[in-house]
Structures are given as structure tokens and as C-alpha cells.
């Protein structure tokens, strides 16, 4: 019997495979897909901005050696996920990678969080928007799937998921507090362990990421009001970036993770752990 082969480009190979990436228009999204791209894989990313999805899709194609491709959709209801599922099942009779990572956010005063935008919205994105878009894709999915070679879906939660205070520095202006960003992303995580006993019999797993600070557009305000603070104040004394990213997305969508499932993987550099997620000082842990 031959031995094994262990060699990276076999371990961490997603030469040829198929995915789709929300949110890949820009930052975790757009560097999940380029890791994707870079080594082999045809990549549809789907957002609402056309012209930002086109920015990204010509960027990537010209790096190659995979593909990219653009699918303009919003995610925040069940019929704009059902919209994008058909779109990608005119195109594709399979695929193998669901990188489920489009997501808002929405900062307020205890007193002043609206309804709409501050909660419906988050929760339809963040959380339902997971469910739906994955259900819609689950018999793609599916297709050829085996014990040894599954299918993958990962969504993209956040190291706040596993916070119990609402003020982010990071993330919200002074005073205000991300209730509702911070609940959809403990559902997440949940949603991902539902999806996974659920799932496992089509031989699909299901992952989380969790990140913490990474220069992306959520981040943006904050960093530009107090970057090289928070970046000091993390363990590693820098943010996430994008070798990162690249680097669990890889894993988790090659052979490398295939008995992999249910995991909620934090990657943050230490900073949940030293009580200092988001650069706001000792915060209460599970």
C-alpha cells in the first residue's frame, strides 16, 4: 500500500474546485476568495456593489491561477438568497466551498438602536441570510460529496460572538454599543453547530471563523480615529491581515480539515483570551 501523500500541495490543495464567497467585494470576503483564487479555484463573490464585486474579479483574475467570477445580490431577505441560488445553479451543476461571510453591523446609545436598521436588518443578514442562502445550495453542495473528499461551508462569525459587554472601541463610536451585532454573531455560532449535526448525513461540513480586528470596512471608523492604539493594544501588537485569513480558509476547504466539523475556530491573535478583543480593556470571558 502506498504511502500516503502529505505534501502541502496535496494536504491543502483546492486546485479546480468551485466556490462562492459573499461578501467577497471586499475585506475578509475579498481575501477569502483571493487565498481561494491563488491556488486554483474558481470563485464566484456576490455582494450588492457591482462596481466594487467588478474591482475584485478583474484584480483577481489577472493574479490567477483559478478564476473569479461576479454575481450582484443581497442576502438580506429569503428571496434575494433564493435569487442568488438559482443564478449559481444556471452556472454551476455543483459546487464544493460556501463561504457564508456577508454581514452588517449597527452602533447606537441603549436608548437609540432602531428597529429597522439596527435589528431587522442585522439579523436578516448576519443570521438568516446563512440559513437561507445555504439551504438553497445544499443539494449542490451535496452532489459527489464524500466521506473523504466533503463538501464545506464556513460562515464567518466573530471573536465578539463570545463577548458579554456591548462597547466596542473598535468597532462603534464612543457610547455606543453593538447589541445586535453581537447576538447575530453568537447565533452564528450556534447556527453553524445546528448546521453541522444536520448536514454531516450529505456529507457537507460545516465551520465558523471568528475573527478579531482586521482592517475591513466595519473597522474603518475606528481605526481611522484610533488605529495604532488598538493595533498596540493587541497581543501580537498588530491587526489581522491577509495571510491570516488566507491561511484557516485554506484549511478549512482542503483535505487538510475534512474531519473537521462544528468547529468554531477564533482567529484573533490571542486577544479574546487576553481579555482584550477589540482594544477596549478588560472585557468579562466565558
Known amino acids: 500500500m502506498p504511502a500516503p501523500d502529505l505534501s502541502v500541495g496535496s494536504l491543502f ?6 466556490a462562492l464567497v459573499t461578501g467577497g467585494g471586499s475585506g475578509i470576503g475579498t481575501m477569502i476568495a483571493a487565498a481561494l483564487v491563488r491556488n486554483g479555484a474558481k470563485v464566484y463573490i456576490a455582494s450588492r ?16 491561477p483559478g478564476s473569479c467570477h ?3 445580490a ?8 433564493d435569487a442568488l441560488a438559482e443564478e449559481i445553479k444556471k452556472r454551476e451543476s455543483k459546487i464544493h466551498i460556501l463561504v457564508n461571510n456577508s454581514g452588517a453591523t449597527w452602533g447606537a446609545t441603549w436608548e437609540n438602536v432602531p428597529e429597522k436598521e439596527g435589528w431587522d436588518r442585522v439579523m ?46 473598535a468597532l462603534a463610536a464612543p457610547g455606543s454599543g453593538l447589541w ?5 454573531k453568537a447565533a452564528v455560532n450556534h ?19 471568528l475573527p478579531g480586528i482586521f482592517p475591513t470596512k466595519m473597522s474603518a471608523y475606528s481605526m481611522k480615529q484610533s488605529g495604532d492604539a488598538i493595533s498596540n493594544s493587541q497581543p501580537m501588537g498588530r491587526l ?10 485554506l484549511f478549512l476547504t482542503s483535505k487538510a480539515s475534512r474531519h473537521v466539523n462544528g468547529a468554531l475556530i477564533p482567529v484573533d491573535g490571542g486577544a479574546y483570551i487576553h481579555g482584550n478583543a477589540f482594544g477596549g480593556g478588560e472585557k468579562a470571558r466565558l
Open 240 to 249: 489581522g491581515d491577509v495571510f491570516d485569513m488566507a491561511g484557516v480558509a
Open 191 to 209: 447556527l453553524t453547530q445546528l448546521m453541522a449535526t444536520t448536514l454531516s448525513k450529505r456529507k457537507i461540513t460545516v465551520n465558523a471563523i
Open 49 to 64: 456593489k457591482e462596481k466594487q464585486l467588478k474591482e475584485v474579479s478583474d484584480k483577481l483574475n489577472a493574479m490567477g
Open 13 to 18: 490543495s483546492v486546485a479546480n474546485k468551485i
Open 124 to 169: 436578516a443578514l448576519n443570521v438568516k441570510g446563512i440559513f437561507y442562502l445555504t439551504v438553497g445550495l445544499t443539494d449542490l453542495l451535496a452532489k459527489d460529496s464524500t466521506a473523504e473528499d466533503p463538501a464545506r461551508v464556513i460562515n464567518i462569525s466573530s471573536i465578539s460572538s463570545w463577548e458579554t459587554t456591548a462597547d466596542d472601541t
Open 74 to 81: 443581497d442576502l438580506g431577505s429569503k428571496a434575494g438568497c
Open 180 to 184: 445586535s451585532y453581537y447576538s447575530s
Open 70 to 72: 461576479y454575481i450582484v
